[in-house]
């Protein structure tokens, strides 16, 4: 029977070493709380440790608190001073809230041993858009660091200004990555600034690409779009690249 609602079994799992329990962790900086709920009958030796109050939601537990006997059932309230000698038996089917006046009670569990964590998918950082073999205008080490690009290119391509991409240099195989600043429309604008500019050379031709993360499954008809452009920096060609 499920007791806690999704908000609580979102919470940490705690690692507690016992069958047949299922247990939430709510930390503080000075306290933890425990959403508890047993599947079958359970045997806490004697120990002691700092407070503790709990309220019984579901069942019934067998408390012993410095050799007096008690027994707990649904509704009902029970309070462990701080140090005491306790051990139980709890029931099959028992559920409670538990404050625990430590901070340090108990860990939770790694994330791995929680399969219903884990994340749903995984991501691919896919080609979104290209410029192909274009052709740089300019160079200008001391200006601000970044590429300089036609914004009629940039819409071309579906790259953002400010979107970081990586740049290839056709001639002298150079790689490097940089942010987008837009330029002049209809200019034909390629230039390399800062110290990105000290890797290519006037009239290099260049590969210019921005990327996406996508979470799988890919759409089947996913495609990134490439721009051809000539010796001036003007589009020729614009084409979803297809992986058939």
Do not use: C
């Not at 979102?10 to 070493?17: G, M, V």
């Not at 929680?114 to 858009?129: H, W």
């Not at 009629?152 to 942010?179: F, H, K, P």
């Not at 002049?184 to 990327?211: C, F």
Request: glycine share 6%; net charge negative; charged share 25%.
């Amino acid at each position: 029977m499920r007791i806690f609602p999704e908000p609580i079994e979102n919470l940490p799992e705690a690692d507690i070493p016992l069958d047949g329990i299922k247990a939430y962790l709510s930390q503080s900086e000075n306290h933890q709380i425990v959403f508890m709920q047993f599947d079958q009958d359970a045997e806490l030796p004697e120990h002691s440790h700092a407070s503790q109050w709990g309220v019984i939601l579901e069942g019934k537990i067998d408390l012993i608190i410095e050799g007096a006997r008690q027994t707990y059932s649904k509704g009902e309230r029970y309070f462990i001073p701080s140090g005491s000698k306790h051990s139980a038996k709890i029931y099959a089917g028992y559920a409670d809230i538990t404050f625990f006046n430590d901070p340090d009670r108990y860990h939770s569990k790694p994330f791995a041993s929680r399969p219903d964590r884990q994340p749903k998918s995984a991501y691919r950082t896919l080609l979104l858009g290209k410029i192909h073999n274009a052709t740089v205008t300019g160079a200008d080490v001391h200006y601000e660091g970044s590429i300089t690009i036609d914004t009629d290119l940039l819409r071309a391509a579906g790259i953002l200004v400010y979107e970081r991409v990586q740049v290839v240099d056709v001639d002298n195989g150079a790689r490097l990555e940089t942010y987008v600043i837009p330029g002049q429309p209809g200019s034909g604008t390629v230039q390399l600034n800062g110290a990105a500019a000290r890797q290519v050379a006037v009239g290099d031709k260049v590969i210019i690409m921005a990327y996406a993360t996508l979470p799988e499954p890919i759409p089947k008809d996913y495609a990134p779009t490439a721009v051809f452009v000539d010796k001036h920096n003007r589009a020729t060609e614009i084409r979803r690249a297809r992986s058939e």
